[in-house]
């Protein structure tokens, strides 16, 4: 069982929490951890040297950019850290509950392992990916610095230091040591940045492909009612698929409250990102090494909003679906009594699950209209150029 939830473990471990009481493993049932409080002040913290360089290099347009895409990113990893402290408890019995849910099928018929293992395959999948490809552009930005310096010196060059990201300390961060704890500090901060926004995104992509698998599950319940069986028994699947149904409803109700904050900072602030990352593509194409940076930073964003589309997606269609699943049931075959649950379960599954914050909705559809404005981002500032 442990196995088919493992991200969910792992991500929780990540926060913070213990798996095994779903309590804060240092404050035990408070809201608020030290460790959680000394990760939100040391991602909040490095808004403030950022800042600094923007203003300092307020009359160069490349330089604000390049440092606004890495302000947006940490501002969004602290919304993330909120939204995960304010709602923690609920991330955690949103786990419980799928884990009880799961045991119950696998002691009845076992009707929904397979949807539940091949769903966890799949988020973990999308986890790893994501983690890997933020992991990857915080090593670029790393390994930027350091292969100048090691060329410099190997050419006999003189070579100003560089911090890995546009930072101005309010101390000499040029000479040593202040360059040494800038670059220290830069590097923790990333960590710190990458792996908050893994956890809380691999929960999300593993909360809503869960809840497809559970939304499969009902449809193949609905489509493989017996009618011929004796009435009370026929009753009393359909009893249980109406129960079951209500409780996805009510668990994707959930999900959508607990992740509205982050869902409306995720479109806002990744839009203002293409922007500027797609800014310094084009006034870059000079630069391999910057390409690689900024085209694996645009990917890290787009994979991360894609995560929340995604599940946005999944669970919209499969909660209509369900609908169809009485269409093409043998339901003439029922009685007027039976067919009132029915028609109870068709009624609440005319209206999609939307996963959405404000005027956002987290849809394939959205995804597809902010990667066509980031081709229309290039054109336009080609042409201007």
Request: net charge positive; aromatic share 14%; proline share 2%.
């Amino acid at each position: 069982m442990s196995r088919l939830f493992l991200l969910q473990e792992i991500c929780l471990t990540v926060m913070g929490h213990s798996p095994n009481t779903g309590k804060d493993t240092r404050s035990g049932k408070g809201v608020f951890s030290f460790s959680h409080i000394i990760s939100l002040l040391f991602v909040i913290s490095a808004e403030y040297p950022m800042i600094s360089y923007i203003m300092y290099h307020n009359d160069d347009m490349e330089l604000i950019t390049a440092t606004l895409s890495v302000v947006f990113t940490n501002l969004l990893t602290a919304i993330k850290i909120i939204t995960f402290l304010v709602y923690k408890q609920d991330f955690w019995q949103m786990i419980q509950t799928f884990r009880q849910m799961h045991q119950q099928s696998v002691q009845t018929m076992g009707k929904q392992e397979g949807y539940v293992t091949e769903a966890n395959k799949l988020a973990a999948r999308l986890g790893k990916a994501y983690c890997i490809s933020c992991a990857f552009t915080g090593l670029y930005f790393f390994l930027g610095p350091i292969v100048k310096i090691i060329i410099s010196k190997m050419r006999g060059t003189i070579y100003i230091r560089e911090l890995p990201m546009n930072m101005k300390f309010p101390f000499n961060d040029v000479d040593s040591p202040g360059y040494e704890i800038g670059f220290v500090y830069t590097v923790f901060v990333t960590i710190v940045v990458v792996t908050y926004a893994s956890a809380v995104d691999g929960l999300f992509i593993s909360f809503a492909i869960n809840l497809r698998a559970h939304f499969q599950a009902l449809q193949q319940d609905i489509r493989n009612v017996d009618f011929m069986k004796s009435e009370h028994k026929v009753q009393s699947e359909l009893v249980s698929a109406v129960g079951y149904h209500v409780h996805l409803l009510t668990l994707s109700t959930i999900l959508r409250f607990i992740y509205m904050p982050i869902v409306f900072a995720q479109f806002l602030i990744t839009s203002l990102q293409v922007g500027v990352i797609i800014y310094q593509i084009v006034t870059h194409m000079s630069s391999i090494m910057s390409l690689l940076v900024y085209f694996s930073f645009f990917g890290s964003i787009m994979l991360q909003l894609f995560i929340y589309c995604y599940g946005g997606e999944i669970i919209k269609v499969e909660s209509l679906q369900v609908g169809v699943a009485v269409q093409i049931s043998k339901w003439h075959l029922a009685n007027p009594k039976q067919r009132r649950s029915l028609a109870f379960i068709m009624f609440r599954s005319q209206r999609e699950m939307l996963i959405k914050a404000g005027f956002y909705e987290a849809s394939l559809a959205n995804f597809l209209s902010i990667c066509r404005t980031a081709l229309s981002f290039i054109t336009l500032i080609q042409s201007i150029e």
